[in-house]
């Protein structure tokens, strides 16, 4: 099929908006606005406490405060959350991290808000915190929370075949320890929220960045105790997320909104950058026992893991460990599998969805035990990889059924990121003996979708009578490029050119639940609704036209704002045409339009279909590792994704970029710290994250076998591209020092102690070298 | 509380602010220009930056009384559309922009350079943006930026 639109490398349309400085983010919505009170919260310094009284009283005499609240003032449930409603928005009676809010103070202006929560008394009775999750299973173990019977939050269970029968016949039996970091998405935009009274239904509309303003809606309902129609939540640009903000929102939005409920005034709530760290959701750490059994040849035969992740205080998103036992064996073939997978409570902030989700922990531990492999058998990492891959019609160790038709993509990213780092020439050394080169790779599969039943999406779409459209969708625009990516799919559709389509950023009032902004999904899922919503607007203008041009349905394409017989060309007319004739014929223009995966059929061990798709990459690096000061720098980082189909190619590749970067931060420097669960690295001076000097240019490839369930084959590409670089890392260094790291991120400390450890500091070195 | 004057994106303003008051907050709140971000207040992140007098500020470590007739330009004072700038035109056409917060800050790191710096190689480019921090391109885009606007302003030159 020839494409017009689809597959073009456009400029997005929001771009002009954002180098001018006009783009709205949800904090530029204060600005002219008067009478709007200024929110501020008091967090918990302890990371586990219980509240014996708190006192209001001097802050509610500060003159210009309007409101000060605590847990007894709430309108409705003192609870929210993604999977269940446990986290306060004020604690009660009990703290679980440094980071739970327990009052809220609504003020004329920021001054007197600072200054009135600095008024409050809370009389705490301090109970030692636990920041490890290690301390806090097995027998014995301290409460994360007074009288919890246990801090284990869920547990699953995979299993696949017989696992022990693929170890009995194995030839070689490997087996690590992998350990992976609390880190934080650190997004530029840090949380915030405009609330005030609708005037009309007498609800609330709340201004937040958002990762799906329909969930916002039925979540946070309860907790204003009013019904969800009654709620209108909008979600402006949005200044990054990751997946974060997908919880952090109900932080924010909860307080504000309860405020504006009390004051039925504005109130206008945003974190500082250290409560943005302190407070919300993180990255699950993870620490994981991996087993990998193989035959002599280097075929995979089994996989044991024994997963613990760090859950925080709260549950916020607890599936982080059905993703990790999940993706256990990776993208290769195994008889057997069995992994378990717990999430432990301990008293660190809570955790949630983070670009990924699981599979970069699990990754890291499968790809740096194919590298010991193939290192063990004297094989090439390429060619084990290739070789263990999953084939069209195999079963995954989740229990899913390949299907070539929506794309099997490894081989080919793995021979195109061969053939671009030169795998087959040497590595040159550099000549100063305090510098080692090396490299590695890694390989990766990511579903498409949450996995879950009944994941879908709706959009609307409505043709204008001059032939421009406007589509509804509640998928967020959070820098990811969806407005571009439904702009170029419509188009595509309805034979418009992308100028012509606008899109509404997502509102509940007006644009239908598509679903989460998470999970690789936007754009397969919404793009399939637009397609249909597209495709019934379509129709009806054929029938339209074709009666207008006396032509037959069939004979009429849609390309480039025209409708044009193929048998006739003589007989065309504009789309605009077409909409003016479908108007005054009283033909319906406006659509919505619905996606749903193939419902998941995943049982208690884990197997069966989860996510309809899968995308496929390969990560590899070229680093240079200084064994003076154990710093690492990454020379080259080369990536071949297995998209099914770049929808605009510029964006794939802006994803792969950013995504790598966030990948290579993850391998190197990316690590909170915490004193028994109050973090002690809150701010960008502590908690690094990759600037331009840290970074090479990335070189991508991207592979396009197409997904048959996908808009025009796309699969996704938001979550891959970080996947790769921390084992493609890990393996690189152990390439250059024969030095195995099983702990990310490899900062220069840990680089150091391994090396220590592994009596590799030469006396040179050890003299000229000061481990920190 | 005292009176502060200086020169706004070429006209001359005047406001009356708090001693402890920070340029960042005065923009966005007393002139309405809120293309300029506050990422972090601590001046890590560079989502903040304008120019007095020309060099790159963060204005969220910067005090307004500090800019007392000097001459400050934030990423409105660049161009709108329409009239864009080469930079700002060079980060739409790279595919620089993604979320966007960081990006004003980026320009004006970015137009300083430029014009201290016509005819950089790649690795100044990047280096000229190292201060700031985005967390959705990797960089690699905003650095094509700045080599083709670059480039564009060399052609001008011509």
New interface residues.
């Given amino acids: 099929m020839e494409l017009h639109e689809v597959g073009k490398r456009q400029i997005r349309q929001d771009a002009l908006a954002k180098v001018t400085g006009e783009a709205k983010f949800t904090a530029d919505y204060l600005a002219g606005r008067t009478g709007v009170l200024i929110a501020k919260a008091l967090y918990s310094p302890y990371s586990h406490a219980v509240i014996k009284n708190i006192d209001i009283s001097a802050a509610e005499a500060l003159p210009g405060v309007v409101r000060v609240i605590t847990a007894k003032d709430l309108p409705g449930r003192n609870g929210y959350g993604l999977m269940k409603f446990d986290k306060p928005v004020l604690a009660e009676r009990e703290v679980l991290y440094a980071g739970d809010a327990v009052a809220a103070v609504a003020a004329v202006d920021e001054e007197t808000a600072k200054k009135a929560v600095s008024l409050i008394k809370v009389d705490y009775k301090a109970i030692p915190g636990c920041g490890d999750m290690d301390l806090l299973t097995g027998e014995g173990a301290p409460a994360y929370r007074e009288g919890a019977p246990s801090n284990i939050s869920s547990v699953y269970t995979l299993v696949h075949g017989d696992a022990d029968a693929a170890f009995a016949e194995a030839d070689v039996v490997l087996e690590g320890t992998f350990a992976t970091p609390t880190v934080d998405h650190a997004y530029l935009e840090p949380d915030v929220c405009l609330s005030e009274i609708d005037p009309m239904t007498g609800g609330l509309v709340l201004i937040c960045p958002h990762h799906s303003v329909h969930l916002s809606r039925r979540t946070m309902a309860g907790v204003f105790g009013l019904p969800e129609s009654r709620i209108r939540v909008i979600s402006p640009f949005v200044g990054g997320g990751f997946g974060g903000k997908e919880d952090s929102c109900f932080d924010v939005e909860g307080i504000c909104g309860v405020l504006t409920l009390l004051t039925r005034r504005p109130v206008f709530f945003e974190l500082t950058r250290d409560e943005v760290f302190r407070e919300t959701c993180k990255r699950h750490a993870s620490k994981t026992k991996y087993r990998l059994a193989a035959d002599r040849d280097g075929n995979l035969l089994g996989v044991q893991a024994d997963i613990l992740v760090d859950k925080g205080s709260y549950v916020g998103i607890d599936i982080i460990n059905l993703r990790m036992v999940t993706y256990c064996a990776g993208p290769y073939r195994v008889k057997g599998a069995r992994a378990v997978g717990r999430s432990v409570f301990t008293n660190k902030p809570y955790t949630s969805a983070m670009r990924g989700f699981g599979v970069p922990q699990i990754a890291f531990a499968v790809e740096s035990m194919m590298d010991e492999l193939a290192r063990k058998l004297g094989k090439d990492p390429f060619e084990i990889r290739l070789q263990n891959a999953l084939r069209d019609g195999e079963e995954s160790a989740f229990g899913a059924r390949m299907h070539a038709e929506r794309g099997l993509g490894l081989p080919e990213c793995l021979a195109a990121v061969r053939e671009k780092m030169r795998w087959d020439e040497p590595l040159a050394q550099p000549g100063e003996p305090h510098l080692r080169r090396g490299r590695g790779i890694a390989a990766y599969m990511y579903g498409t979708g949450g996995g879950s039943r009944g994941e879908g999406a709706m959009v609307g779409a409505q043709l204008q009578p001059d032939g421009s459209l406007n589509l509804e969708v509640s998928i967020n625009e959070l820098g990811q490029g969806v407005i571009q990516v439904m702009s170029q799919i419509g188009a595509e559709t309805l034979g418009l050119t992308s100028d012509r389509v606008s899109l509404t950023l997502s509102d509940s009032a007006s644009s239908p639940d598509a679903g989460f902004t998470t999970a690789s999904r936007g754009t397969t899922f919404a793009g399939n609704a637009v397609i249909d919503a597209c495709t019934q607007i379509r129709e009806n203008l054929r029938g339209v036209a074709a009666r207008h041009l006396e032509e037959e349905p069939e004979a009429l394409a849609f390309c480039e704002n025209e409708v044009v017989s193929r048998t006739d060309p003589e007989k065309k007319c504009t789309v605009a045409q077409a909409a003016g004739w479908a108007r005054s014929d009283g033909v319906c223009t406006a659509a919505t339009g619905s996606w749903y995966a193939p419902m998941s059929t995943m049982n208690r061990d884990i197997q069966g279909e989860q996510m309809h798709a899968f995308a496929f990459g390969v990560a590899g690096v070229e680093i240079t590792a200084d064994l003076r000061s154990g710093a690492i720098r990454v020379d080259r980082a080369v990536q071949a994704i297995d998209v099914g189909k770049a929808v605009n190619p510029l964006q794939v590749e802006g994803q792969m970029e950013g995504g790598g970067a966030m990948g290579i931060g993850y391998g190197l420097m990316e690590e909170h710290f915490d004193r028994g669960g109050v973090l002690t690295n809150t701010s960008y001076h502590e908690y690094l994250i990759p600037t331009a000097m840290d970074l090479p240019e990335f070189e991508n490839v991207i592979v396009e076998k197409a997904n048959a369930l996908g808009p025009y084959g796309a699969k996704g590409v938001g979550e891959p591209p970080l996947i790769g670089f921390a084992p493609a890392i890990a393996n690189a260094f152990f390439d250059a020092t024969g030095v195995r790291i099983r702990q990310i991120p490899l900062t220069p400390v840990r680089v150091m102690e391994a090396l220590e450890a592994a009596g590799k500091l030469g006396q040179e070195e050890k003299k000229s070298g000061t481990p920190v | 509380m005292s009176i502060v004057r200086f020169t706004l994106n070429g006209a001359p303003v005047s406001c009356e602010v708090p001693a402890d008051a920070l340029l960042v907050d005065t923009i ?2 007393a002139f ?11 001046g ?2 560079g ?1 903040c930056t304008v120019l007095i007098d020309g060099v790159p500020v963060r204005s969220c470590i910067y005090l307004t009384c500090m800019a007392d007739g000097r001459d400050v330009v ?3 004072g ?4 329409g009239r ?1 700038t080469a930079v ?2 060079a ?3 790279a ?1 620089a ?8 800050g980026m ?1 004006m790191v970015a137009t300083a350079f430029l014009n201290r710096n016509p005819h950089p190689t790649r690795e100044q480019a ?2 000229s ?3 700031n ?11 094509d930026a700045v080599m083709l606007a670059a480039a564009r302003l060399g052609e001008e030159g011509r």
């Avoid at chain 2, 921090?133 to 650095?143: A, D, E």
Wanted: glycine share 18%.
């Fill in positions: 966005r709140s309405g220009l809120t293309g300029t971000k506050k990422g972090c207040g601590t890590d992140c989502a934030t990423i409105e660049l161009g709108g559309p864009l700002q035109q980060f739409m056409d595919g922009v993604q979320c966007g917060y960081c990006i004003p320009i990047r280096e943006v190292s201060g921090l985005c967390r959705c391109t990797g960089y690699q885009k905003i650095v």
